[in-house]
């Protein structure tokens, strides 16, 4: 099923020290998106614009996690986020955070693969097949037995992604998570994402940089200032001029010379 947010909009309180008083701070107004069964919808836009919002919305950590006011109608595959609860939300859809570390539970790259699955009560037949096919996807044998602290941030990322897709879910929410590969590991990760879009995954990708989208994304939503600005086909988006770009200031749309 698709999943939707239908007029959404969100503002919470701020209160950034204890000097100043709190004030309510508008973080996403207006936003009307699908995303389609098998599809891959690029997010972009300057810092603060409202993309990690976005994906709060569509994970349901908003309202859960994160308080302030909430209008609009968010499903995820069919769930309304605010009336379900947030377990069968992360059985539903996978997320990968901006900081990998702060998603982890375990202290080992393998309890932390089995961890979602055991905590659902997943068999352990169950368990160890989902594991083992997360890792494949991922290619991260090599880091099965390690811990978790003495691992790269680009390790760290890896992990992260495939502890995401561990699980009976096939959606996959991504807040910038190339930030901390290497261009080597940039492209097999493209070549990931297009593999589980293949196998019906559905993708949404928050990402400053955009080139590693160009031929999976099929939709381009551009935020400023909480609100969709722009919301082009891959096509349209990435047959934009040198000078649009830099006017939409967006990073290169092409892959650079190494």
């Known amino acids: 099923m698709s999943t ?15 000097e100043t008083s709190s004030a309510h701070v508008s973080a996403v107004s207006d ?34 996690l994160y308080k302030g006011n909430l209008s609009g109608h968010t499903t995820l595959a069919g769930l309304d ?37 055991e905590n659902a009560g ?21 880091l099965l037995g390690k811990e978790l602290r003495k691992l790269s941030g680009g390790e760290l990322q890896l992990v992260a992604c495939a502890a995401a897709v ?11 998570p190339t930030s901390n590969l290497s261009p080597e590991a940039i492209s097999a990760f493209s070549e990931v994402l297009q593999r589980l879009k293949s196998a ?6 928050a990402e400053h940089r955009v080139y590693p989208l160009k031929g999976l994304a099929d939709q381009v939503v551009i935020m400023g200032e909480g609100r969709i600005q722009h919301l082009f086909t891959a096509d349209e988006f990435f047959s934009l001029s040198s000078k649009q770009r830099k006017e939409l200031g967006l990073r290169t749309l092409e892959k650079p010379k190494m």
Not at 85 to 113: C, H, K, M, W, Y
Not at 200 to 205: A, I, P
């Open 4 to 18: 939707l947010i239908d007029n959404a909009s969100f503002d919470y309180q701020f209160n950034p020290d204890e």
């Open 166 to 176: 561990a699980g009976p879910q096939q959606i996959l929410l991504l807040d910038e």
């Open 200 to 205: 019906g995954w559905t993708l949404v990708v």
């Open 81 to 117: 986020t605010v009336q379900t609860d947030i377990q069968q939300l992360g059985r539903t859809a996978g997320t990968v955070f901006q900081n990998p570390r702060s998603q982890f539970f375990t202290a080992n790259v393998l309890e932390e693969l089995a961890f979602a699955s």
């Open 122 to 142: 997943d068999t352990p037949q169950t368990t160890a097949n989902r594991i083992a096919e997360a890792v494949n996807t991922w290619g991260i044998q090599r």
């Open 31 to 64: 936003i009307n998106l699908a995303f389609p069964t098998g599809s891959c919808t690029l997010i972009t836009g300057p810092s603060g614009a409202g993309k990690s919002t976005l994906l709060k919305l569509l994970n349901g950590l908003i309202p859960e």
